[in-house]
């Protein structure tokens, strides 16, 4: 499969798509009726290639308190289908329960208060998003976890250094040994 017609994750259509609306446009463009061409011809003007290849951004609500501490709103918390792959730390198992006087079950203010839950120990994302519990006990669990900084990286690989280093030597002289005591080649 080309890569163009692969869609963006959140973006409204993929390149091939938006080129074939366009190629669409511009043939109604052509049209023999004139309200038909003028629509056509105001839609393609407002076209905008970018707009509907990019998924929308949008600013997240940013709190700073007095320690100089940045704290994000609760739907910066992103939830996932599966574990991502840029580093990140575990921070554990987050629950919350239904209220057990209420039976019908609010998924929406679970899911909100479970992504309440994960900001509040500096989750950065949710996943593996399940239901336990019982039939009156009703419990939404997801698992937590928090994005590594550069600076943390940074730490990681210094305190590894040695490991690497030593491990790189190791395998220098055993090329060298196995170098020194092959067989000579014809």
Not at 98 to 112: C, F, G, S, T
Not at 113 to 124: F, K, S, T, V, Y
Not at 151 to 160: F, R
Request: charged letters at 35%; hydrophobic letters at 35%.
């Amino acid at each position: 499969m080309p890569i163009n017609v692969l869609k963006k994750k959140g973006a409204k259509m993929s390149l091939q798509e938006a080129q074939e609306r366009i190629a669409k446009l511009k043939n109604l463009t052509q049209s023999s009726n004139p309200h038909e061409a003028e629509l056509a011809t105001a839609h393609l003007n407002m076209f905008d290639l970018e707009k509907v290849r990019y998924p929308k951004r949008e600013e997240e609500p940013v709190q700073v308190n007095a320690k100089g501490e940045i704290h994000r709103s609760a739907s910066a918390v992103e939830v996932l289908d599966d574990v991502p792959e840029r580093p990140h730390h575990d921070l554990g198992v987050v629950e919350v329960e239904q209220p057990p006087k209420q039976k019908k079950v609010d998924w929406e203010a679970l899911h909100a208060e479970l992504r309440d839950r994960a900001q509040q120990i500096g989750a950065d994302v949710l996943v593996n998003i399940h239901l336990k519990g019982t039939v009156k006990q009703r419990i939404l669990c997801a698992t937590a976890l928090r994005f590594l900084t550069p600076v943390e990286l940074d730490e990681i690989k210094q305190s590894t250094k040695y490991e690497d280093d030593e491990k790189a030597y190791l395998e220098e002289q055993k090329e060298r040994r196995d170098e020194s005591f092959a067989p000579p080649i014809d």
